[in-house]
């Protein structure tokens, strides 16, 4: 957080965004030119940023605690899909007038709250002035063995897919905020709306990732969407089972009451959760680290030679999917 | 440039921003969730940030390949004034739908121009739709030998303090532009445009400065208050005489004609020169530096004990700045 700032930016990286890079001697108190940082050794970084703006990633009126750890969240998942273990991040802002300092002081301990959970640190950033939508960039740094990074390369006919968690949450979620979806209990709507705004990066998985997995991404685009990146970029055919793909009692009790919205759960994105492809001597292995970690990991097909990605239903008939999977935004 | 991008950002990021990392194996081609990235051999890295507003931190009406020019320039200076050398970067652009293909074409292209002729490679970034002004944020990584990054904590009583370049010629431009300066000859106001515009960050010297300087900054707030950050982290007084800090041609006729703006050239900021501070012994090899690079490098004041800045005029006594340097933004 360097040039250009005026005083009142200077006044409020000192006191919201410092304290929380206090603990990284190489980040100088967000003080000079640039920050320093190494990779421990034997490791190489990895590196992912995403940027929101408000009214377009968000909605506006969510508490500023949890679109920072949102924010900060979607980037760890991309690193857990990495196989990678969060080091550090850099926080670009840009704010209009109408965000006052009460509105960053709880950015900022949200930030803060966030990270000592997930074992990151903040090192830099910037903080300018806009007269548009508020804007955050995050850049994250994560660390892996080298050459040991899980690529969406890799995948070879005869692994086994799995994913981790329940999927379609987040889009169900983000529907109940806008009143797409209605009739679900209260307790249900609570549960999709904070899996769409309070993302559980898969860390503990994605650090294992390297040593069990030949290709994996995040579920941030959809499920099919993601696959089919892999698919592509692995050069074969991603073929799941839509009745093996896992679902909260929450997202079952939506379909149950809607069937369309099986589609929107395979095609809907922000779910967060890992997709990896791994060979089935890995399976036990897998197996275990779902009972170690208490995160349900699931077989949903296989790949296989070809290209694409091939959803069947019960009877083993291709779903046609509407919209095989781009975010919408 | 992974997540939650729609079909036209996917598209555009794969025409216009892939072939500039093309040549970065760990880009994965902008394709995967992440990018690896290692230092060399003995290296550490720098890491440094900045966020442009379009309407705040440019006029909007410049050439596309030039706000791409500086947003790179600016944080290359940075990496300079610790001492780094370019490595990779990353680049975050928010975009209002008034910004075209054409628009975009001609932005990468002056990046990729940029890129070449600074020994730098994009590594990975984000592209999202803003209702507001376009926003950019631009991440560099540069690389210094272990330990040896330049702060701007450690300069000491006795050294000396130099700078590169001539200092003022980027305010001076912007206020040509603003219409705030008239009367200069078309040649001295296009140079001093030109020097708003397109910052030369001095990697050359950036490089040498492990080995010659205790502290160093780069002058992006204005030279009183880049060296008001050095005083304050070395926790010393810099005293400079305003005789010897180095103007252009330009910016000497400028000063001629209207006096005020010799306050302005101390404090105006974006000159993106490098302010250092060294000890005498090292005196004969950053003169020997400045003539094997071609850039002028100039004594202009000495490190004291004490703290502050202090700027004498040609009879010894304090100039007082109305306003010691945070930039008006």
Known sequence: MQNKANRNEFDRIARYFAPLAASF???FGLKDDAAVISPS???????TTDTIVAGVHYIGDEPPAL?????????????????????AFTLNIALPKAIDDAWLEAFAAG?????????ITLIGGDSVSTPGPAVFTLTAFGEVEQGKAVRR???RPGDLIFVSGS??????GLRVLQEQIEGLSESDSAFLIDRYRLPQPRLDLGRNLPDLAHAAADVSDGLAADLGHIALASGVRAKIQAAKVPLSAAARNAIA?????????LTGGDDYELVFCAPAANAPAIEAL??????????IGEIEAGDGVSVLDQDGASIILSRPGFSHE
């Open 25 to 27: 001697p190489g980040a």
């Open 41 to 47: 050794a034997g490791a190489e970084f990895v590196v």
């Open 67 to 87: 679109i920072a750890a949102k924010l900060l969240r979607v980037n760890l998942s991309d690193l857990a899909a990495m196989g990678a273990r969060p080091r």
């Open 111 to 119: 930030l803060g709250a966030d990270q000592e959970k997930l074992g």
């Open 153 to 155: 390369a890799g995948a």
């Open 167 to 172: 999927i379609g949450d987040g889009a169900f």
């Open 257 to 265: 009451s809607r069937s369309a919205l099986l589609e929107t759960a």
């Open 290 to 299: 779902s009972r170690e970690t208490g995160l349900p990991i699931t077989q």
